[in-house]
């Protein structure tokens, strides 16, 4: 029995090696704590900041794409930028409906291709407005037609003209509409688990509301990733000298620019009947009367109201008065 009685100094060298052994294990949870979760099915692509940039980028494309849109559909358009996160194209091309349009745009100079997907209810609102309607899309769902398809294909490629100027901060592209789709299937570009960055832009049309999404997969950019930061963005905006040399020649073009300007004397409308029937000679009657104001149009923007009149031996007019945005 007694060769089985430890000492005091077995038992001391006991307690102190249990206290060593859950010092150990302390320090072995706290590091364990302060790592995280890696899933491999889903790995993060772009950071916070990164897509903080493509914001910046699509909201100025956003502004560019307002001034086109209001011009060439004569309505009121309103784009603005709602949200952008990394989703892997699975659960993107599963949030999407058919029909739906899809458009494939081969991003250039880098290989591989974005989707730009378009809200069926703005593309025909679109379609609408370029054939002289209201721009009210359709009731019934349905997928484009060929003539249609050619009609909103004409629209995008203009509207893909505005995008390099955006993209000019970070680098030249040259982007190119490669195929339009309505069946997200054959939109199947890469593969399922890729991630790809989704920028989210609402767009109303008159009354018509609905969204272009920007799936951009990160392949694609990758060659540029470490340029979608925004310290160099705005570093590269923050030389005050190029800024104000940027502003002079701005300034020095816009007021060397040609713009149009028309007078509107009056409107009215006629059966078709009757503009067939029009001869030499004929009197048509307009909606206003002869002392009344003119509409002084500065592209399609109705600008002024002006009285008519004649200057040195021609016709001119006598501007009245200025129309804000505001009234």
Known sequence: MGGDILSQDEIDALLNNYQGSEQSLNNSLEKKSSTSNYNFSRPSKFNREQLKTLEVIFDSYGRELTSFLTGYLRSNIEIEIVNSEQITYRDFSISLSNPTIIFIVDFEPFKGSIIVEMTTNIGYAIIDRVLGGAGVPIETIREISDIEKV?????????????????????????????????????????????????????????????????????????????????????????????????????????????????????????????????????????????????????????????????????????????????
């Open 151 to 327: 009609l909103l294909e004409r629209v995008f490629n203009q509207m893909l003209s505005y995008m390099p100027e955006a993209w000019a901060i970070v680098t030249a592209i040259n982007p190119k509409l490669n195929q339009t789709e309505t069946n997200v299937q054959f939109a199947q570009i890469i593969p399922p688990n890729e991630m790809t960055a989704l920028v989210n832009l609402s767009v109303t049309v008159g009354e018509t509301k609905g969204f272009l999404n920007f799936c951009i997969p990160h392949l694609v950019i990758e060659p540029i990733s470490q340029k979608l930061s925004s310290t160099n963005w705005f570093s590269s905006n923050s030389d005050t000298d190029n800024m104000h040399m940027y502003k002079e020649q701005l300034e020095e073009k816009l007021e060397n620019t040609f713009v149009d300007i028309s007078a509107v004397v009056g409107r009215t409308n006629i059966m078709v009947s009757e503009f067939v029937k029009l001869q030499v000679g004929d009197l048509i009657q307009l909606d206003s009367y002869a002392n009344s104001n003119l509409s002084v149009m500065v592209g399609n923007l109705l600008k002024f109201n002006a009285k008519p009149g004649v200057s040195r031996g021609k016709n001119a007019i006598k501007i009245t008065s200025l129309i804000r945005k505001e009234d």
